[in-house]
């Protein structure tokens, strides 16, 4: 579980968390180490490792000219993943007005939308099993909307308490109850129980 | 404690945000009733399967790239996007795989189907699979009556121009029909004078028609 932090506003009044990293830090030194974390938050956001990567990569372009404000956040992390949140949601509604038709490239080696298809190389029953399990959730949770995938993957993956998450995304405590409730719901209403009971019987 | 009140205070109870005397009235209840048990069993499955899920890793070097594309002085238009194609097939609702070949041929590809529900937005996915670099190919969509591309609400026909690398190329369509239709949707891809042809069969289920 994340621990509980103080998340300094851009522009906001002189904090005592102010100056807390020397100054000479450049971007590199203070994002590397927080890129594996957005890429992952921004995945369970998207679904998509392209989406993932760009979502990141349009984080990184925007803050990059703002460098000399990520040295006086004390808990770079969670500040980081408001700024994803924000641009994720923005991303989507623009998205959403603006649907994209994209023709799209992988590289050799790189996962392909056709490997994901059955196939007669599917190998053993239960990899095939674990693969449709995977994207059966990874559907439902397509299904949501932006903000309940959000409060998904912040709250119930990421364990970011719901007063956590109050602060960072500044976003009341019953709104975030509500997002949460409405997705848990949607989600069991999508997944039904057989292919969860099934692998708990393994289990036992 | 009755079951409509278990079902409120479900997600307090997956969240350990029970004082210790709700939660023994509810364990009291689960105790008793085998449908909020296997309602409680279900919300925890299905939390632990979402939990469970696992990122794909980045693409190689994403991290380099990334954060030099970020401090690198250029416009943002010219930026390149990642666009690895991973994972979008999982929400897709369909993927078409289409191998190019060396040159593109001028015959149609065999017609495939997708099925709609009217009012519904579904993601189809064109792979196209082209064994070398197309600068500058011309992609254009002829949507049957009643299918509408989301966000081009009532045009029936749209091109794009667009780089095809070598490898997998994959084209987003996210279509909504309004209405049922008998016609094809058609996709055509053209290069230096030649061009491929790619027919999809919509099939639209109307969940309000009667005996559905």
């Given amino acids: ?204 | 404690m009755e079951c409509s009140e278990f079902a409120l205070r479900l997600d307090d109870l997956l969240d350990g945000r029970l004082h210790a005397l709700g939660r023994k009235s509810i364990e009291e209840h689960l105790g008793r009733c085998p449908d909020c048990r296997n309602r409680h069993a279900h919300a925890l499955a299905v939390l632990e399967s979402v939990r469970k899920l696992t990122p794909p890793a980045a693409h190689p070097g994403f991290i380099d790239q990334a954060l030099s594309r970020a401090t690198r002085p250029v416009a943002p238009a010219a930026r390149p996007k990642w666009r690895p194609v991973l994972g979008m097939a999982l929400a897709a609702s369909l993927v078409l795989g289409v191998a190019l070949g060396v040159f593109l041929a001028t015959q149609s590809e065999p017609v495939q189907a997708v099925a709609l529900t009217i009012d519904r937005p579904e993601t189809v996915r064109l792979m196209f699979n082209s064994a070398k670099p197309l600068k500058a190919a011309t992609v254009s969509l002829v949507l049957p009556e009643n299918v509408e591309l989301v966000g081009f609400n009532g045009r029936r026909e749209l091109s794009w121009q667009t780089d095809l690398r070598e490898g997998g190329n994959l084209m987003q369509l996210p279509l909504v029909a309004r209405g049922v239709t008998k016609q094809e949707l058609v996709a055509s891809l053209s290069h230096g004078g030649s061009s491929k042809m790619f027919r999809l069969k919509i099939e639209v289920d109307n969940p309000s028609r009667p005996g559905m």
């Fill in chain 1, 1 to 204: 579980m994340p621990p509980v932090f103080p998340i300094r506003r851009a522009g906001a009044a002189a904090s005592p968390y102010r100056r807390a990293r020397p100054a000479e830090l450049n971007f590199e030194d203070l994002l590397r180490p927080q890129i594996e974390y957005l890429y992952r938050l921004a995945w369970r956001f998207t679904g998509s490792v392209a989406d993932a990567e760009d979502l990141v990569q349009d984080v990184l372009i925007k803050l990059f000219p703002r460098t000399h404000e990520l040295l006086e956040i004390e808990r770079l992390r969670p500040w980081l993943a408001r700024v994803l949140y924000n641009q994720y949601v923005d991303s989507v509604r623009q998205r959403s007005r603006s649907p994209i038709v994209e023709l799209v490239s992988g590289a050799e080696g790189e996962d392909n939308p056709l490997d994901a298809l059955p196939t007669a190389k599917d190998g053993p029953e239960e990899n095939a099993e674990r693969t449709g399990q995977r994207e059966r959730i990874l559907r439902a949770l397509d299904r949501l909307n932006p903000e309940q995938r959000a409060v998904v993957a912040m709250h119930d993956v990421e364990g970011y308490s719901l007063e956590e998450l109050e602060t960072m995304l500044e976003t009341p405590l019953g709104t975030l109850k509500s997002r949460l409730h409405r997705a848990r719901q949607r989600l069991r209403a999508l997944l039904p129980m057989e292919p969860f009971s099934a692998g708990e019987r393994v289990k036992g």
